[in-house]
């Protein structure tokens, strides 16, 4: 079917979205430093050039039901004509940055902090 994977770069997140046959398909970059953890996050859904875009998935603030709960809403979008196995990785995606979303936010923090006190 394929895979994901999160490659860190310099104070960013990227993913590399992969087909079954192992070739890159999509990136999925975040946009911006995403250092805030009280805001929307985006991720654009890139072509292999990086350049290109093609969707987005968006962590939405949820306001104060983030300080209760564990609860984080997002929201995917894509190419509708895209194969069905693709778009099922694009979902994993999402809940592979749902599960590392408190490991990219120190993680920025850490490298946003680092290039200020420079």
Known sequence: ?????????????????????????????????????????????????????????????AGIQEWFTDADNFGAEFPVDLDVRIKTILFAAVFLIVSYLPYIIISLKFWNQKEFNQ
Do not use: R, W
């Not at 960013?12 to 192992?22: D, E, G, R």
């Open 1 to 61: 079917m394929g895979h994901a994977e999160i490659v860190y770069g310099c104070c960013t997140i990227i993913l590399h979205v992969f087909n079954a046959t192992s070739e890159l398909v999509f990136i999925i970059k975040l946009v911006g430093s995403g250092c805030c953890a009280c805001g929307h996050m985006e991720f654009d859904v890139l072509l292999p050039d990086g350049v290109t875009k093609v969707g987005q998935i968006t962590k939405f603030h």
